[in-house]
């Protein structure tokens, strides 16, 4: 950042510090100095005072040292030969009778980060090592760990080793602590310290000494442990069994993480220890920092997976208070729902029904997307709520509520009846492009129950021109196409408009494709289109949340008590992977239907320039297969690595399409049956195309040989 | 300029492997400029931290604001104290519950030392970022926490508050000490020990009058002004103590998340359940409970609220004191949201006096005394504009604030306070008990 004047600043501060009346005056100096740290923390670039500093450090002044050491610590990487000044003034000061000034020079020795002082700070170091005083040994001992991070590739001391293992038994707990995070960094290549039995037991025994940081520093190193008997183990965890209910969450969370990796062969025992647990946590949900909050809950999640039943008599404790950010608002919803039961539900839907008039729009959604869900077992109370909240007439809500149906319906087909109704007249209220796709959808799916279809249809169709959302044109052309097949007479003059202007005048290469792709269809005969078209409107199989299969801990243990499951949060409740029944089931489901009904020789990626970040494929497969919502279990793949793709879109073509060159770029299909077209939305930066290439597989063509020719230039720019 | 620039961080530094903690942390401000900076190991680049405001920015605007905030394979975990951002940052799969415990804790020592000032923020900060710094460096080390406690950071700390003094190169008792938390030589004429036991009531009433969650944290607080090395001893009433040790689990009340200082022999507690230890000097938190019981709300509120578009809001709120006759709560305020666009109120209330907020949308009615068993009424009326306004209001609870003394919810008594000392002075004990609102809410039904 300039800064104004600063030269004249750094002029002035060197003056002042050359200054010998300054120099003589303890207060002064110290003031001055002061100014100079206090420049660098605003951001002057105040580097050039070094030498000045320098000398500075030489004084009795314990305060005045410990700035000039604030000073040299930013600035000596900028200044390696002058550092080696500083060097001696330091060594000096580490054989001062003051503890806090031994231990202080002995820091900022270590700080410095100059690869070239290591064989002076060496010596100091070992003594550090030995020093009477537990504050200068924590130093010291870090200090070794900082040496090593400096060069890593060093040769590694086996007598400092040594030692570090023998200061493992050191009185101070800080010190012990340190050895083994020292002896971690040191030792990382050869997999960190060893853990043995008797350092297990040393360890567990002092585990009480520590402070929090310290019992979490030494329980999860011992994760590494492995007891050599079923005895030993128990003796362990009854040992620990107090730390599972540790007031303090850091603990506790870290007790638990060593209870699930020893009993990762006792599932049992695992199990017990989550429903240890559960008072802890719960407080942890009630703890007052927001963070910690959040953190449980995140974790709660976790536990949830394994054990549904966990939490379920205490729902209440995940009501939202008024004031609560969005972010732990969003992720009680989503623990609530797991918690829904008979007893329950009136309850719980009548809270969330609360929360969906939230001034928060993405808690709202959140909220009604809940409703969405715990409606797929209990549908007919969610439906009420949601038709009700349609009556609010207010443009987000209104838009959730319809992209919640879509989601609804797509697993609980009886809910259409229902949905079908409500529809009518909320197309004034959807202004964003989700919304608006989500209707579309349903009028795909429902439109001969729908009787305004065609209306809306024509109204969407009459804007086209001024649409400026991509997927909003791709819902319409299929919208469109499947309504015409099921109410012909009324849709046909608007089918013919839209594919008009959208071959004809169209910019997008997306939409031209699918219109083409659909005129060529329509003249192959109705027939032929129907059985590409009519898809499958629901996937009952995704089933009701009640009753899941219960998952093994070993699925999430790995990542219990890390950043992990905090950063999961925000992907599940992307608005973005909302949208259509396809891109919205959260629960995976085994994929075994799939490679039979595919068999696909070929993969080829349209090469044209596309709009921002969208990347077509095209498959094309010799067999016929007449099924088009594979959606569901396609998303559910690609979940593996969500953050790549965070929204799928698929369409099935069947019956043969003599024109298909002329779409795919090169003729590389000799009898093209089928065309199963594929489009994968990227929100993010194009990963590479290896990743998307093996993700693709992984998902389609697991035993089946393939060419797959993925071209490049995925984003134009 | 000079205003504006500053940000302090702190380092720490992460790593999930190694197990440090962080690598970076930050104390930001609301014009986005860092304060103060550490970086503890260096392996993030420092650069990195300008990203963080635009990120939590975007994040604000897109309402996806979330404790943990990445950029590539930066994580930024953050924190948000008065107007300072406390940011950490790490590249690994760190320990995310800890590294917030260390934010916190952060906070909570910076208050401490910097005892001149109220509050940490900006200008605090500003004044004494060298003590920061100091902090920050005794704080941790390569990552990984060191000396977090208050007490024994004060001696560490050369520079108290602004003052400067040419140093004094005294050697703190405590880094020597067998007992970390106690210096020795403390010298009182007159020594007294102060006991404040203090309840909090968190409540939440649905709108239609179901109590739908509460719970009561408590603690116990000393102010200790004692010479030498004492020893204390604290007596709580039976039913408090079974209720501690969870072993009558008939009809006493489950106290869980309890959580004693340091310097409270647990073992001993184990034992015999007495409550021994040596103070700290000064203030601090004896123990904390938290008490998840369904208590009967202290002061009850009805509402009416009839809303007439285009014309009128009418407000009834009925107040009631559901605690003992015995029992006073002062400085009750109950706060009544109303609409934003309402306008001219005009009040009538049974007691105390009610005002209206127009910044916070709310009325305030304040009854300085409020015996228990009583009800008292408060009605309010506003105009509302013809156009209405379209936007969606949301609907918050009626807040009550109050402070009840002399009682407690729980029935925790302190018994005895033996006060033993080698030197055999005579030290007198004080006990005071509070009854105050937490997180008090009632749901309205406008």
Redesign the interface.
Known sequence: ?P??GSEDAVRELRRALSNPNVQSD??RY??TV?KA??AM???VDVSDLFSEMVKACAT?????K??VY?FLCSYATLNPELSLLVINTLRKDCQDP????RSLAL?NMTNL?LPSLVEYVEQPLAAGLRDR???VR??AV?GW??LH?LQPDAEIDAAVVNELYGLLRDPDP?VM??C??AL??IL?KEG?VAINKPITHHLLNRL?ES???GQ??VL??LQRYHPQSEDELFDILSLLDASLVS????VM??TLGLFLGLCSGLPAVSLAALERVR??L???C?ST????R???LCHIQLLLRSLPGLMGAHY??F?C??AE???IKQRKMQVLVELVNDENVAMLLD?LK?YC??????TAQAAISAIGRIGRSYSDRCLEILTGLLG?K?EH?TSAVVQTMCDLVWVCPQCSDTVCSALEGCEEMLQDSQGRQALLWLLAAYGERVSSAPYTLEGFIDRVRSEASLGVKMELLTTTMRLFLCRPSETQDMLGRLLHYCIEEEMDMCVRDQALLYYRLLHCGIEETHKVLHGQRSDPSLGVLIGRPAEPINQWAY?F???????Q??VE?EPASRGSPEHVTFDPKPNTDLSDTLNCSQIEKLGTPISGQLLPFFFAEPLKFHQVGWGASVHSHFQISPEMFNRVQVRALAGPLKDIHRVVPKPLLCYLGCVLRFVVLLEDEPSPQSEVQSALEHVFIQDVSVHCCIHLSLNPD | ??QT??SIECAISDD??????LQLTIIFIFDS????CRNY??DVDMAEIDHFFPLLMQHEED??????L?RGNV?F?W?KHSNLYLVST?N???????V?????KLVEVSFCVMKYFKELEEESIQDN??VV??LL?ELM??G??????SKILQE?I??EGAK?E??K?K??TT??NAVSWRSEGIKYKKNEVFIDVIESI?V?VN?NGSV??S?IVGSIKLKTMLSGMPELRLGLNDRVLFALTGRDKGKTVVM????FH?CVR?SRFDIDRTISFIPPDGESELMSY?I?THVKPLIWIESVIEKFSHSRVEIMVKAKGQFKKQSVANNVEVRVPVPSDADSPKFKTSTGNAKYVPEKNMVVWTIKSFPGGKEFLMRAHFGLPSVENNE??????ITVKFEIPYFTVSGIQVRYMKIIEKSGYQALPWVRYITQSG?Y?L?SNV
Request: charged share 20%; with cysteine; aromatic share 8%.
């Open positions: 950042m800064y104004l303890q207060l110290r003031n002061l740290i206090r923390s605003q951001g009795v002044d314990i305060v005045q410990k700035l604030v003051n503890p806090m000034v820091r980060r005083a537990a504050c924590r130093v870090l760990a900082k991070n800080v602590v340190n083994l995070r971690e960094e990382k960190g009480k402070d929090v940081w979490c520093e999860r190193i007031p303090h969450p850091p969370a870290a008072g802890p719960l407080a942890a009630g920092s927001r963070e910690t959040f953190t449980a209440k404790r009501f208070g008024y950010p969005a972010y809270e609360g008039t939230d001034v928060n729009p993405e609010l207010q809500i990542s008590n890390t950043l992990e499951p905090l950063r949060a925000g409740t | 300029m000079l620039s500053h999930f492997r190694s197990g440090g903690l400029s860092v304060l103060i190991k260096g309402g996806l604001l979330c404790p943990v990445s994580h975990m924190i790490t690994k799969n760190s320990n995310a519950s800890l917030y415990s260390f934010l916190y970022f060298v710094y100091e460096d080390d390569f990984f926490p060191q000396t977090t406690d560490y050369t520079q400067l040419v140093g190169s050697v703190p880094v020597t968190n939440l709108a739908m969650s719970d869980e998340d309890v959580k340091q647990l938290r998840n969606l209001e949301g609907k918050p609870p997180d809410q749901r």
